[in-house]
């Protein structure tokens, strides 16, 4: 425990400092930019997303074979999922929600804590809206991993990352964040970073995980922009 709490302040002092706009005044941006730069519920004196948190300049490369260049155990989980015939689509949440309900239950843990009971609610009915997308993992028509993804500023937040049990051993979750990559890529060119919560305080196996995808711990000055000119994201 000593030598983590050790190894964590080594990296928060050689950290990139990097301001990011979370909001150009649209409700929904400012509620994100309320909660990323509200005093941290444990540590008052930063702000509650602020030191650690895990991005992925998307400005570093010019296409999703870039991003994987570098990245040799994602890019040979990649290719394993492309190999067994796995795609990526975005999807309607709530046309899916027996194969969300069956991905969500196919593990009794995730990240070694039981599944929250919010999980496994056949009746759930999820959140949509314009700035918000899912995109999917499927194996022929049946989807078996996905992330939930948020627009806010420059960022996209991923609340949601999650595959089927029986999938995961085939690079599904790999695949899926290659996805994410290329969608943001090509359809919110606007969007400079991938946003995957935090480092500090996630379970060793996820912060291999996202240190595998290239995601690396940064100190955010979370700021409000100017809101683009119409028309500005598409060139």
Known sequence: MVRHVIADLRTAATMPHVDVVASRGEPADEEVLRFFSRPHPRYRIVGNKTVGAALLPLGDFDDVEAYLADLRYARRRVRRAKRLGYRVAAFDPNERRSELLAIHGSLPQRQGQPIDAAYLDPAA?????????????????????????????????????????????????????????????????????????????????????????GFRPHYVHWKRGRREPEGRADG
Not at 129 to 145: N, R
Not at 152 to 180: K, P, Q, S, T, W
């Open 125 to 213: 009915v999820y959140d949509t809206g314009p700035h918000m997308e899912y995109l999917g993992v499927f194996a022929d028509e049946a989807l078996v991993a996905y992330a939930h993804l948020r627009y806010a500023g420059e960022i996209v937040g991923m609340n949601r990352v999650m595959g089927h049990g029986d999938h995961l051993a085939n690079g599904v979750m790999f695949l899926l964040m290659a996805g994410v990559v290329e969608h943001v890529k090509d359809a919110r060119p606007d969007i400079r970073y991938v946003f995957y919560d935090m480092f500090f305080g996630a379970g060793e196996g996820l912060r291999e995980f996202k240190t595998h995808l």
